[in-house]
């Protein structure tokens, strides 16, 4: 999904034109470059919401890193509760 062209011409850099600098440091009073432009609520391969704008934010590196692997660990945490059932 990220090599084709709805993302690499369209979606990615026209997000990051909207929002050029990084959602969660402005948060914190910080202007830091976007580098990155990530999916708020994760697509799981659904082409609808994988093309949704309004479900894109631009991050820099050190964040959108920060949020995938906070992701993980919750998706991990729910594999390890429906196996101890």
């Given at each position: ?72 660990q919750q998706k ?10």
């Amino acid at each position: 999904m990220y090599l084709t062209p709805e993302w690499t011409e369209d979606l990615r850099p026209g997000q990051l034109l909207r929002e050029p600098f990084c959602r969660e440091c402005a948060r914190r009073g910080d202007r830091t470059p976007a580098t990155e432009v990530d999916h708020i609520q994760p697509h799981r391969g659904d082409w609808a919401v994988f093309t949704d704008r309004s479900n894109l934010q631009s991050l820099c590196h050190s964040c959108h890193s920060r949020k995938t692997m906070s992701e993980m660990q919750q998706k991990r945490g729910a594999l390890r509760a429906r196996w101890q059932r």
